[in-house]
């Protein structure tokens, strides 16, 4: 009997009920995201307006779409150093997951052209501004939730077949006392990625980590968080290898 009742008990666990229940917690938790950052979004509205007047998509074809924080926005050389493939990038200083979560719809709209899509924020833990009195750090599992949004977000828009890679957030000097912290965060993308197929993570720790186990200076510029010329050379062989190996599968 006492079998029968705890059978009873799982399969009233999986009643269509409960999975409709389960469907409607997740899509209000998705929403009070955006609610709960729109606040946010006033600084960056400008930069945003400027990223949206930009043609250079209409000319091109298949190509890849970078996304994100002031890493993307200061690739200057993105398009030499990613041939043959053709790129254009949305970059804007300072971009957290919380504001793109906002501004994604915006950056990918009219990219019909998108073969792939590449995202890099890294400023969700310790991107500390002055200006912003609203929120503090985020934790890994809130960065992880804004993740899978943004992701499902760009999915929705343009086709669920493209494929997304997230560039992992880079080790750097000036944050490497909240590294432990960035690292949790970090897994927690990668391992949603492994579950799901158009997902894709690409690591970059184990190069920017020096045999003394720190960050190597000369991958950054003065301010010891931003990349230097060197910082990207090596993102271009990382990137680049990363798609010769999801080519040859």
């Known amino acids: 009997m006492r079998e029968l009742s705890l059978l009873q008990k799982d399969n009233s ?19 009070s995201l955006q609610f709960k950052y729109r606040e946010h979004t006033n600084h960056f509205e400008k930069e945003i307006q400027k990223l949206e007047e930009l043609k250079d998509h209409l000319d091109k074809e298949d190509y890849f779409l970078f996304m994100g924080s002031s890493s993307i926005r200061r690739w200057d050389t993105i398009e030499e150093d990613m041939a043959p493939y053709s790129v254009i990038k949305r970059g804007y200083g300072g971009a957290h997951y919380y504001d ?22 890294a400023n969700d833990i310790t991107g500390y501004s002055s200006w912003d009195k609203l929120h503090k750090d985020l934790t890994p599992n809130e960065i992880k939730k804004l993740f899978k949004v943004i992701t499902s977000k760009i999915h929705k828009k343009l086709s669920p077949n493209i494929p ?25 993308i990668k391992k949603y990625t492994e579950k799901k197929p158009n997902l894709h993570f690409i690591s970059t720790r184990k190069y920017f980590i020096n ?31 990363k798609l010769k190996v999801k080519d040859r599968k």
């Open 164 to 188: 997304i890679y997230v560039i992992e957030t880079t080790p750097t000097p000036s944050r490497w006392k909240v590294w432990n912290k960035i690292t949790q965060a970090n897994d927690l």
């Open 211 to 241: 045999k003394r186990g720190r960050p190597e200076g000369k991958y950054f510029v003065s301010d010891s968080l931003h990349l230097s010329r060197a910082g990207y050379d090596l993102w271009e062989k990382i990137i680049k290898n």
């Open 13 to 31: 666990m999986i009643s269509p009920r409960n999975i409709f229940f389960l469907i409607q917690i997740s899509i209000i938790s998705s929403c």
């Open 100 to 121: 793109l979560i906002h501004f994604v719809d915006r950056l990918i709209e009219g990219k019909n052209k998108t073969s792939a899509v590449f995202l890099f924020v």
